[in-house]
């Protein structure tokens, strides 16, 4: 079901910024066939690994290797001259039980506590809610004390609710396409069993049906170039999320998430670690036929994560 209230609040809040913004370098203006990659690489206790060079990169599309053409290294924090990060942060309130409420509003705030000063957020509850985007601290905290979880109020079963919810995912992430950062976040602190749901990937044929919703917001996030992390607020209290994450809808985006753990604080540094340090990589599509096609991205140093996104389309 399309949540047309969400989608209208999020283009308002766009339209409202995006003019009134400092234009942003574009990392690439060459021609419409080239895939643009963000790519972060981080070591064994999840640090950023600076000083890569093109060469330490090796990328597949469709299991064949393709030529790195255009490589940037990761820009300065964004409290420097570098382009700000546009971070969408959106509140669970369709699977979220009153009493942890407060976690929700807690660690959405030390989000907002982390912003630079050219970073751009948005906040928005995920049923029903009116973004809020702007760089004002302050304006960002009113709208998080304003969340109100709204559990029981669903008439869905919890699976159309995760098909709801990528569905809105998807719409989402097409809506910040237009967002003029180089870097765009999608921070959910919500239910990982329903905002990031544990599927094989889209491309192994030995997994069950995943569904119209899970492709459609695997294919808009890719053609965003957006990551999506998830923080689930229940914590050691049980209800939450456990699983293989490297499957899960979050990791295909390039993105992560957290579970059955209250280090929350480490969670939200860690997005924004990975928000303000990553690699650009470019190729040329060997093929550009609007399908989706798995990429592949490989890093030449031992013991190294990388997260970048599975597809592109």
Known sequence: MRNTALLAGLTLALSGWTSAAPQQPKPFTTATNLVVVPVVVVDRKGQTIPN?????FQVTEDGKPVAIETFIPPVADASGPADGRFIVLVLDNLRTPAEIAFRVRDIAKRFVDRMGPLDVMTVISINKGQAVSTTDKAA?????????PGIGESIRSFDQDAQHILTTIGELSAQMQKAP????V????GNAAAFNPQRVSPFDDRGPDLGVEWLAAIRE???SNISVYT????????GGYS?????????ETGGWAWANTNNYAAAVEQIWREAGSYYVLGYTAPINDQKLHPIDVKVNVRGATVRARRARS
């Open 181 to 184: 950062q180089r870097r765009k």
């Open 186 to 189: 999608m921070a959910i602190i």
């Open 52 to 56: 890569l060079t093109a060469a330490d």
């Open 140 to 148: 960002l905290k009113a709208a998080i004390d304003r969340f109100q």
């Open 231 to 238: 923080i689930d607020p229940h914590g050691m209290t049980g």
């Open 243 to 251: 699983g293989d994450y490297s499957t899960s809808f979050s990791a």
């Open 221 to 223: 996030a890719a053609r």
